[in-house]
């Protein structure tokens, strides 16, 4: 094949597209160039070109995104550590150590352990938590937000020369750059990168299919072009009347994500409305609105078709008014939004170094706007995530490796145990030591982002109550004090009984038969008490964490337990005095009403409240004698 680009050639282009850095941001960035060709000298790409084309593309792209000077030095720089002699020390004395670390940050995450295995995992079973858990590693283990630009950049070189690789590993290849760096770039809202990412890899990962898709739906997009264009010259004339400033144009749906949306809709082709779009570009939010009113006024809308995304954005920031229009019985989308937040769509989080942050890009970047970006980064990664109150997801979050290459997420500051647990609560009951690294270490170590961790157990659960201490997640702890209650529980039952029995004894009620505690336990599912069977609530209670009348209310019967007493609105004219004292609160039972001159007596309820009922009354017969008190008319 015939090399197309050369050093100089690629150098001239970069020279070129670094205009809006600053001279000496030139002539370090031209010493980087030299720099990287000599550490690279005599090393080849696998198409034969010279090793520096790649570093010179990456940096390019990276030009192209308006990156600082330091992100494109690191750019050119980001293979010298792995692939050459030179060390960290060597760049941080050359170009200064913040060029070192984003090159470390690059070099570290091509080593995350047993990627392939995870990727392959997934291919097969479907495994998108791995793979959810591998962009996130991928974030965490950047740490600098530039890192990542990167690597992407990085990943987009490698993906346009997918072709000179072959079999499996140019299939993972694929695959990894659409399930890993193509989604993290969605999740950032770098629709550009994404969109190519995935292009360029689609044919590799997915051959067979590719060339399907591509016999099927080449044709129809040569019909659309037309008819879209069409549309694009009147929706040109509507506007201009209308005096709006507008960019049309007619938008091909990239083949990989076309396909996907085919996917979902079983290639149901008449599903599918925007094979092209038409993209309206304005100038105002209030233009983005007066636009999709006067597209609704010349063509038909769909019905439920309209989206706003400006109203309520996608997750990942994009924003845009979609809606969908019939025309001569032809259907297509249309995109509305203005130009800012069509830059945002296509660069993401790059938009704001081109557009918001020049700050970022002339002076050197504080360590405040580095964490912002830190957290926004982490958080559109996050996916699923949400972080409330925009807590550092770096800081609240470590990951871990079990030996085989699974990747587990905990909180930060959790140890072996909380990842003992977290694997298997056998495996955390039966902890007794554990391998960090290949290092025997304390069981409360605290577990740092990429630590292979293994469990030392023993036979039997050994788990002991000083975990309790250190373990950060709630699951490791309810797994102990679980462990531990099941162990007292028998103990616990008893002296729960005892105390339920003190209980009905101290209220004058009789005492509960174990015939009827099926009859109870039944009760207690049927009400709000959070337990399964009565056993269990007797152990909360000997605990103190379930109130003994509350138990009783819910399993006792109603009249039993006096919850049913009905209390009378009536008042009668004159006050009665209690036996108990006086100036005690009292209720007129409903079911006799008593007047003055009637005989009365005071009943105290199980609630600890007084009603005052006829002495002749037919409920006082089911009351307990002990709880019956004389009430008498003042
Ligand atoms: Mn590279």
Redesign the pocket.
Same mark, same amino acid.
């Given at each position: 094949m015939k090399v197309k680009n050369n050093r100089s050639t690629l150098e001239k282009k970069l020279i070129n597209s670094i205009k809006y850095l600053s001279p000496e941001d030139i002539e370090k960035i031209k010493a980087a160039c030299d720099f990287s060709a000599s550490a690279h000298f005599g090393q080849k790409r696998i198409s034969g070109e010279e090793y520096i084309t790649?570093?010179l593309n990456?940096a390019i792209s990276l030009a192209n995104l308006s990156s600082d000077s330091e992100t494109i030095i690191a750019g050119l720089l980001? !293979?010298v550590v792995e692939d050459t002699n030179f060390t960290y020390q060597d760049i941080s004395r050359e170009f200064g150590d913040r060029v070192a670390k984003l090159v470390d940050g690059v070099t570290k995450i091509s080593q995350i352990k047993d990627k392939k295995k995870i990727l392959k995992l997934s291919y097969f079973h479907d495994y998108s938590e791995q793979i959810d858990n591998y962009r996130k590693v991928l974030a965490a283990m950047a740490g600098d937000p530039r890192v990542i630009i990167i690597k992407l950049s !990085?990943r987009l070189h490698?993906a346009q020369t997918l072709s000179w690789l072959s079999g499996e590993k140019k299939i993972f290849y694929a695959l990894e750059t659409i399930e890993i760096y193509a989604a993290v770039a969605d999740r950032l809202g770098m629709g550009e990168i994404h969109g190519q990412l995935c292009d360029l890899s689609f044919p590799h990962a997915y051959p067979d299919e590719y060339k399907k898709f591509i016999e099927i739906i080449r044709p129809i997009q040569k019909i659309r072009q037309q008819n879209v264009e069409d549309v694009i010259t009147e929706v040109n004339l509507l506007l201009k009347n209308e005096s709006i400033g507008a960019e049309i144009n007619g938008r091909v749906k990239r083949d990989y994500s076309l396909y996907k949306k085919l996917q979902t809709y079983n290639f149901d082709l008449a599903k599918i409305y925007d094979f092209i779009a038409v993209r309206i570009i304005v100038d105002s939010l209030s233009d983005c609105y007066k636009t999709l009113g006067i597209i609704h006024a010349n063509y038909q809308p769909i019905e439920h078709k309209i989206t706003d995304y400006i109203a309520r954005p996608k997750e990942n920031g994009y924003q845009s008014l979609h809606t969908v229009v019939k025309k001569d019985g032809f259907v297509f989308e249309v995109q509305i939004r203005t130009d800012e937040m069509h830059q945002n769509a296509e660069y993401g989080i790059a938009a704001h170094w081109k557009y918001k942050d020049s700050e970022y890009k002339n002076n050197r970047p504080n360590i405040k706007s580095e964490l912002n970006w830190l957290e926004e980064i982490s958080q559109s990664i996050s996916n699923g995530y949400k972080l409330t109150n925009g807590k550092k997801f770096f800081s609240s979050k470590v990951f871990v490796f079990s030996p085989n290459g699974k990747i587990f997420e905990l909180p930060a500051n959790s140890t072996p145990i909380d990842f003992a647990f977290l694997v298997h609560t056998d495996i955390g009951l039966s902890c007794t030591g554990a391998k960090i690294n290949g290092k025997l270490l304390p069981l409360d170590t605290k577990l740092k982002t990429g630590d292979v961790v293994e469990i030392i157990k023993s036979d039997k659960p050994k788990p002991s109550r000083d975990w309790l201490n250190f373990v950060q997640t709630t699951q490791a702890k309810n797994k102990i004090k679980n462990f531990f209650f099941n162990l007292e529980k028998p103990r616990l039952i008893k002296d729960g009984q005892k105390k339920v029995a003190d209980e009905l004894a101290r209220l004058g009620l009789p005492q509960l038969t174990e015939s009827n505690f099926n009859k109870y336990s039944l009760r207690i599912n049927q009400s709000r008490l959070p337990y399964e069977n009565i056993d269990s609530v007797f152990a909360s209670i000997a605990k103190n964490d379930q109130s003994i009348i509350d138990f009783l209310r819910v399993i006792l019967d109603d009249q039993e337990i006096g919850k049913d007493e009905k209390i009378s609105k009536y008042t009668p004219k004159g006050s009665i005095s209690l036996g108990i004292g006086q100036g005690i609160p009292y209720k007129i039972a409903r079911c006799c009403k008593p007047k003055i001159s009637d005989d009365i007596i005071g009943y105290i309820t199980l609630q600890q409240k007084i009603t005052v009922h006829k002495k002749s009354c037919a409920e006082t017969k089911k009351f307990s004698k002990q709880r019956i008190i004389s009430a008498k008319w003042q």
């Open positions: 790649h570093p990456v980001h !293979d !990085d490698n």
